[in-house]
């Protein structure tokens, strides 16, 4: 194979309780790449629709990802990439990481496979340092891997694949503004008072188990955030009447999407996600924030060839 098409799909990190560790991949919205073999070694950036971004393969994820996926590889080619993107930069549904997954399963797949997917995810890491400053791999995971994701450890780096309960759909509330992962990381506190960590880790712990057991009111326990919610909701305008309000249209949960300024609610069913969404939309609907929504079903498949 010569060329590859990809579905490179959005995803949501921290999933309230799971802050770095737990994700789900998105079905509804994604980017889409090309990836090609060239005789000229190395990695070029050839074109990218959507959002301005850096065409220098250092500068951007996509590239940097690559970069390190070949330095390991040493194939005998190279790879131009073209990047076609639908997810905004610095939305909170992991636009940076759809690209850093992207090029490296692509590049994976025109190499035949040499690698499974924990070492792509590791690989995709490299780019994800670049643009967040710190090293994660909760939008990375579920995106590389599809369905819901635990982040186990990154050094050395393990990643659990959870199961999808069926019923179960995602509404995303992206009001048009950017807020940087870089910027929302450094506001964060370096220490957690103890009884903060045992409610939060107790989530952890139950979300799981409601998702391996399909136990939606175990879910609808389970998502809350006490440790970094408090710090980040005042970036995102109107951010407690879409949680008040999403809960009130029968979500199973509201909170920040990674780290916003996208919002995220949980919801059993298809038509209840629908009612929460138009609930979501009305809180501003009076106001003079742009604003996008997404019904999806858990992509349980992850990064797509086209
Ligand atoms: N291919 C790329 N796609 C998106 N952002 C990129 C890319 N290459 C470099 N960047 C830079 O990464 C930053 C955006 O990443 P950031 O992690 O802040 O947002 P995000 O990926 O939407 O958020 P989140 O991780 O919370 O979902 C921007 O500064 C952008 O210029
Ligand atoms: N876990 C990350 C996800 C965003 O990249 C954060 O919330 O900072």
């Known amino acids: 194979m010569?060329?590859?098409?990809?579905?490179?799909?959005?995803t949501v990190a921290n999933v309230a309780c799971g802050f770095d560790v737990l994700g789900f991949c998105l079905d509804t919205i994604g980017d889409h790449m090309v990836v090609r073999k060239t005789l000229e070694k190395g990695i070029k950036i050839t074109e990218i629709e959507g959002f301005d971004l850096p065409f220098e393969a250092t500068e951007n994820v996509a590239g940097v990802s690559a970069l390190a996926l070949i330095e390991d590889a040493k194939p005998n080619c190279g790879f131009e990439i073209e990047i076609y993107k639908n997810i905004k930069p610095g939305s909170g549904i992991g636009s940076s990481s759809a690209s850093a997954s992207g090029s490296v399963f692509a590049i994976n797949e025109l190499l035949g496979k040499p690698y499974n997917k924990t070492q792509l995810t590791?690989?995709?890491?490299?780019?994800?340092?670049?643009?967040?400053?710190?090293?994660?791999?909760?939008?990375?995971?579920?995106?590389i891997f599809g369905g819901f994701t635990l982040v186990k450890s990154i050094n050395p780096l393990e990643i659990?694949?959870?199961?999808?309960?069926?019923?179960?759909?995602?509404?995303?509330?992206?009001?048009?503004?950017?807020?940087?992962?870089?910027?929302?990381?450094?506001?964060?506190?370096?220490?957690?008072?103890?009884?903060?960590?045992?409610?939060?880790?107790?989530?952890?712990?139950?979300?799981?188990?409601?998702?391996?057991?399909?136990?939606?009111?175990?879910?609808?326990?389970?998502?809350?955030?006490?440790?970094?919610?408090p710090y980040r909701k005042r970036l995102i305008p109107h951010f407690s009447q879409v949680k008040s309000e999403s809960m009130k249209a029968?979500?199973?949960?509201?909170?920040?999407?990674?780290?916003?300024?996208?919002?995220?609610?949980?919801?059993?069913?298809?038509?209840?996600?629908?009612?929460?969404?138009?609930?979501?939309?009305?809180?501003?609907?009076?106001?003079?924030?742009?604003?996008?929504?997404?019904?999806?079903?858990?992509?349980?498949?992850?990064?797509?060839?086209?």
């Open 2 to 10: 010569e060329e590859i098409k990809i579905f490179s799909p959005a």
């Open 122 to 143: 590791y690989f995709a890491m490299q780019g994800e340092k670049m643009a967040s400053q710190s090293e994660h791999a909760d939008n990375l995971a579920p995106g």
């Open 250 to 306: 029968g979500a199973l949960g509201c909170a920040i999407s990674g780290s916003g300024p996208s919002m995220f609610a949980l919801s059993h069913g298809l038509e209840n996600a629908k009612k929460i969404e138009l609930a979501m939309k009305k809180v501003y609907s009076n106001t003079q924030i742009d604003l996008e929504t997404y019904v999806s079903k858990i992509n349980t498949k992850g990064i797509k060839i086209l």
């Open 160 to 229: 659990l694949e959870l199961p999808t309960p069926k019923d179960l759909y995602a509404v995303i509330v992206h009001p048009q503004i950017e807020i940087k992962t870089s910027e929302a990381r450094a506001m964060l506190p370096n220490n957690v008072p103890l009884i903060d960590a045992i409610i939060q880790w107790a989530n952890v712990g139950s979300f799981v188990h409601a998702l391996h057991t399909s136990n939606y009111g175990l879910i609808q326990r389970s998502l809350q955030d006490i440790v970094i919610e």
